[in-house]
């Protein structure tokens, strides 16, 4: 084992949770999984992690990480009917570690029911996808305690090996993140838009996104989105249903500290404009479930053309070596 190792337990097993906590099991690191749905957690336990069968159970581990989709799913697992602090005079782990994306209210609101519990709370989201991570390209930012911090940030490596970036107290992280996520809406829908006026004045949207990509507008988020755009692969790293949040999650924090954001209320109305057509569509859960660059296809839609894969072998600079 790791000389820094700790009783480590991950709640979480979706597109983001499920190889971050792989990282940590690479490294050598025993880690002790709960996931709502166990079939997700099976193929984890081939690779060496222990498998519990309540999040309750890992109320006894050091360091709790948690990937979950919601602020609302995050106080189930921690404080629900078998949650790991669920049970009146259980242990509690001495440090949790939240990688998801919620809001700032509600995350401070947990933090402090934790804090009563004697449990300190690093808030730690990350920034990129399942391919990122095995590419070596994801990157976490945390706030929290600052005696903490350094505890955890080897585990946070393991994962996060683009950076680990700790800006602060409290919930500074989650600022940080919901802005980031505001800032990707607002380049997808308008990396979307570009592309679409591109094709309809007659250039394949293979050879455009070559140019944006070695120009220096390019950057990491439009290589590896440019082979989903070039072949209509909406294979699902991020939902149009998520992003809407996280936009509803910045503008909220806009209002509150009187920021004017216009661009990012403009494209917030144009990605609910995109999630409302669900249920036009034959299997309207598959829709709302494919990845967000299908935005394409709705701008396509309102520039009346109708899009076809190119079926082109595109580079995404998240190709993993050997």
């Known amino acids: ?83 790991v602090l669920g049970q009146k005079g259980c242990a509690v782990p001495k440090i949790f570690v939240d990688c998801s994306s919620i809001g700032i209210e509600q995350s401070a609101a947990i933090r402090g029911k934790l804090a009563e519990r004697g449990a300190k709370l690093l808030v730690s989201p990350v920034s990129g996808n399942g391919k990122c991570i095995k590419a070596g390209k994801l990157s976490a930012v945390v706030s929290g305690p600052e005696d903490v911090f350094p505890v955890v940030e080897p585990y946070l490596h393991a994962f996060a090996k683009s950076g680990v970036s700790y800006v602060g107290e409290g919930e500074l992280a989650r ?20 592309t679409v006026l591109a094709e309809k004045a007659g250039v394949p949207r293979e050879a455009f996104l070559a140019f944006m990509n070695s120009s220096v507008m390019g950057s990491t988020f439009t290589r590896y989105k440019s082979p989903s755009l070039v072949n209509l692969d909406w294979t699902t790293t991020f939902t149009t249903k998520l992003l809407l949040k996280d936009l509803d999650l910045g503008l909220a924090a806009a209002h509150d500290l009187g920021v004017p954001m ?11 404009t995109h999630v409302g057509m669900a249920s036009l569509q034959p299997d309207p859960k598959a829709y709302l479930e494919a990845d967000f660059a299908a935005l394409l296809e709705t701008v396509a839609r309102g520039a009346g053309m109708s899009l076809k894969s190119e079926n082109k072998k595109v580079p995404s600079g998240l190709e993993v070596p050997g």
């Open 175 to 194: 600022v940080c993140k919901i802005a980031h996520n505001v800032m990707l809406g607002v380049v997808i829908q308008n990396l979307c838009e570009i």
């Open 262 to 272: 216009p661009i990012s209320g403009a494209t917030r109305e144009v990605i609910q």
């Open 1 to 83: 084992m790791p000389s820094n190792a700790h009783r480590i337990g991950w709640i979480g097993l979706g597109r983001m949770g499920t190889p971050m906590a792989e990282c940590l099991l690479k490294q050598g690191h025993e880690v002790r999984l709960w996931n709502r749905t166990r079939s997700k957690a099976e193929p984890l336990a081939a690779k060496g992690a222990v498998l519990v069968d309540h999040a309750s159970d890992l109320a006894d581990v050091d360091i709790l990480f948690t990937m979950v989709a919601t602020g609302d799913d995050l106080e189930h697992v921690y404080f629900g009917e078998n949650g």
